[in-house]
């Protein structure tokens, strides 16, 4: 039976445990290149027993950053520190992954701990994309540039050259963001994507975007590694993005030679209620899991390990993603398997070993 510590394989690479750290933005690069900062916070949870370690959102054009903190791909200069990153995490026993993202609308913010609300151009913004001229609302109130076609081949193209990097800097897996409310996710819900032309209106057309990045990504990303796609199952809104949708979609990017779906939701629509409580996504995860006949990985208030462990005995997901948990504890994989009676499977690092 599979359990939170039992090894999972996909395609060529095997995590030796369940656990994953859920990309998280942490707003310290400079100019988009990765340092010491990103070093030790994914190398401590490498050294903390994660079996998957995936890098914050990415982004794959220098417009696409959320904030200007944000880590980037979109040249060589940034390869190297990430480079460094994966050397790491691997000579500790992590695969490591990588999100790839676009902030679409929501780009050119002020990092959170300085208000997180639209930067000016003045103040170091600049005019962010957008399927369609709509604000998101709150403070991220600059309309976006609507998308031209041009635009929108050039930024599938963005993500294609930002994969091949990945792939040079040494990422065994990779993930698409198409989730809280970023570009990809603006695409598929008719809350942000007013468009007429054939990325607007219908499903098949509000899909489009995605499915032809994920095809231009798949053409250049090795078969021998797993490509993962995050969705926001849900805009928890009447007329938004729904889960009927994220089943459906989650069959058509199996198709084009996606490996597994993260679940997430919301952050697509300012006014959203999101009713959070602990495990709240894994119902996403275990529908499109059955339904779309594809792995799962599955985030949002997970904290506990026999909380996470019984979503995978049971099922339910075939990952458990932790974020602010691992944030404040490192070394919860390690503390898990101690408590799930797993402790021979996950032996500290030496250094460490004293201590446990």
Known sequence: MAHLFAPLTLKTVTLRNRIGVSPMC??????????????????????????????????????????PGCAGLWTEKQLEPLARVTRFLKQHGAVPGIQLAHAGRKAAAARPWEGGAHLSDAAGGWTPLGPSALAYGGGLDRVPREMSANDIARVEADFVAAAKRALAAGYEWLELHSAHGYLAHEFLSPLSN??????????????????????????????????TVRLSC?????????????????????????????????????????PAAPGFH??????IKREAGIAT????LITEPKQAD???????ADVVLLARELLRDPNWPL???????????????????RAW
Request: charged letters at 25%; glycine letters at 12%.
């Open 310 to 316: 019984a979503i995978v005995r049971e099922g339910r």
């Open 282 to 287: 894994v119902p996403f995860a275990e529908r």
């Open 194 to 227: 007013h468009r007429t032309d054939r990325y607007g209106g219908n499903f098949e057309n509000r899909i489009r975007f995605l499915l032809e990045t994920t095809r231009a990504v798949r053409g250049v990303w090795p078969e021998r590694l797993p490509l």
């Open 26 to 67: 942490m707003y310290a690069a400079e100019d988009g290149v990765a340092n010491d900062w990103h070093l030790v916070h994914l190398g401590a949870r490498a050294a903390g027993g994660a079996g998957l370690v995936i890098a914050e959102a990415t982004a794959v054009a220098p417009e696409g950053r959320i904030t």
């Open 297 to 300: 990985a599955v985030v949002g």
């Open 234 to 274: 849900t805009d928890w809104v009447d007329g938004g993005w729904t889960i009927d949708e994220s089943v459906e979609l989650a069959r058509r990017l199996r198709a084009e030679g996606v490996d597994l779906i993260d679940c997430s939701s919301g952050g697509g629509v300012h006014a959203a209620k999101v």
């Open 335 to 353: 503390r898990a398997a101690r408590e799930l009676g797993q402790a021979g499977v996950l032996p500290p690092p030496p250094p460490y070993a």
